[in-house]
């Protein structure tokens, strides 16, 4: 009985803790490259949503930092975009993610991205869609660096092959 009652006990306790995690939190456990699909139920048709975490970059002072890639699909449509997610105990006011693919320098922007404030810290993201150019050239790159706050990083080999079969799903 009491091996029931504090299994029961642990679960919940377990499911609380699950449903508080920060998006940073959730994206932090998930491996490079790996793939999560979900379908979210929309009255204009269910959209498809596939999403693999291309960059990490956590450690103490420099918050929890993740560039995921991810498409959205509703009925014949396909839209691919990069997502900035950051937590921390300070504003980067991340609004522009640039890329230089082979070379060539891409700004892409986000008007409007997400700014929360937390116990102790902030949380941010922003999205920035992708157009047909700029996948091509992505699925075609033998170099790709993004720069989105600070530092720029440079993609090795396999991050630019994910990438590419990830564009080509």
Same mark, same amino acid.
């Given at each position: 009985m009491f091996r029931k009652r504090l299994l029961v006990i642990l679960s919940i306790v377990l499911i609380l803790l699950i449903s508080s995690c920060t998006t940073s939190d959730k994206l932090y456990f998930t491996p490079l490259y790996e793939v999560k699909t979900r379908v979210i139920p929309n009255i204009? @048709?269910?959209i498809k949503v596939d999403e693999m975490i291309i960059h990490k970059d956590v450690g103490i002072g420099k918050g929890n930092n993740f560039i995921t890639l991810s498409s959205l699909e509703r009925s014949d449509t396909k839209t691919f975009l990069f997502y900035v997610d950051y937590t921390g @105990?300070?504003?980067?006011?991340?609004?522009?993610l640039q890329l230089k693919i082979d070379g060539e320098l891409?700004?892409?922007?986000?008007?409007?991205?997400?700014?929360l404030v937390l116990? @102790? @810290?902030v949380e941010e993201r922003a999205g920035f869609i992708l157009s047909k150019g700029i996948i091509e050239k992505l699925k075609n790159s033998s170099s790709l660096v993004l720069q989105y706050y600070v530092d720029p990083f440079t993609m090795d080999a396999e991050a630019i092959s994910e990438i590419k079969k990830f564009l080509s799903m």
């Open positions: 204009a @048709g269910d @105990g300070y504003w980067k006011f991340i609004e522009k891409f700004t892409l922007t986000d008007d409007d991205p997400s700014r116990n @102790g @810290g």
